[in-house]
């Protein structure tokens, strides 16, 4: 199967003082993280050659909002994503594949998360390391081939840029 990991687009910032579970939750995509968000799902539209995959994203509003713009670009229906937990910011890569556990049968995978975790997720997936070896800012998109979610499995095909989306 193939996995698509994506990181949110740019979102608001946090002030100072402001640094809480509660309000990082909250945080909305800025008008160039929407952007962001829908180049990265033009790239998906073409890599995925009318392919149906199932979208995961994580709870967090800015990781939601990429989502609606993601699945406005493929043409599916505002519902067609899922909200799962285990998916967070504050996850390990360990409960993210748990939580990613249940659709190993997936022909098509997009998972809409955050740093740390996808990095760190990526690298435990290839690499069968903790420490994260790829870098990805906001809307960046990961293709990984799979066949089950199992630390040093996976095969990276590529990592792009919105900016490479343009």
Same mark, same amino acid.
């Given at each position: *199967? %193939?996995? @698509?990991?994506?990181? +949110?687009? !740019?979102?608001?910032?946090?002030?100072? =003082?402001?640094?809480? /579970?509660? #309000?990082?939750s909250q945080r909305a995509l800025t008008a160039e993280g929407k952007r962001e968000a829908h180049a990265a799902g033009q790239?998906? %539209?073409q890599d995925l050659a009318g392919a149906i995959p199932k979208i995961l994203v994580s709870p967090y509003r800015r990781a !939601? /909002?990429?989502? /609606? /713009?993601?699945?406005?670009?493929? =043409?599916?229906? $505002?519902?067609?994503?899922?909200?799962?937990?285990?998916?967070? $910011? #504050? +996850?390990?890569? &360990?409960?993210?594949?748990?939580?990613?556990? $249940? @659709?190993?049968?997936?022909?098509?995978?997009?998972?809409?998360? +955050?740093?740390?975790?996808?990095?760190?997720?990526?690298? !435990?997936?290839?690499? +069968? %390391?903790?420490?994260?070896?790829?870098? *990805?800012?906001? &809307? @960046?998109?990961?293709?990984?081939?799979?066949?089950?979610?199992?630390? =040093?499995?996976?095969?990276?095909?590529?990592? %792009?840029?919105?900016?490479?989306?343009?």
């Amino acid at each position: *199967m %193939k996995l @698509y990991i994506v990181r +949110h687009g !740019q979102a608001e910032l946090l002030t100072a =003082g402001e640094n809480t /579970e509660t #309000r990082d939750s909250q945080r909305a995509l800025t008008a160039e993280g929407k952007r962001e968000a829908h180049a990265a799902g033009q790239h998906l %539209k073409q890599d995925l050659a009318g392919a149906i995959p199932k979208i995961l994203v994580s709870p967090y509003r800015r990781a !939601q /909002e990429t989502a /609606e /713009e993601i699945v406005n670009v493929l =043409g599916f229906s $505002p519902s067609s994503f899922l909200t799962i937990d285990g998916v967070t $910011p #504050r +996850h390990s890569p &360990a409960e993210a594949l748990a939580a990613l556990h $249940p @659709y190993d049968a997936s022909t098509s995978l997009i998972l809409i998360s +955050h740093q740390p975790l996808i990095s760190q997720l990526i690298s !435990q997936l290839v690499w +069968h %390391k903790d420490n994260p070896s790829i870098a *990805m800012g906001t &809307a @960046y998109v990961a293709c990984l081939e799979l066949d089950v979610f199992s630390s =040093g499995t996976a095969e990276l095909l590529w990592v %792009k840029s919105p900016r490479a989306f343009s």
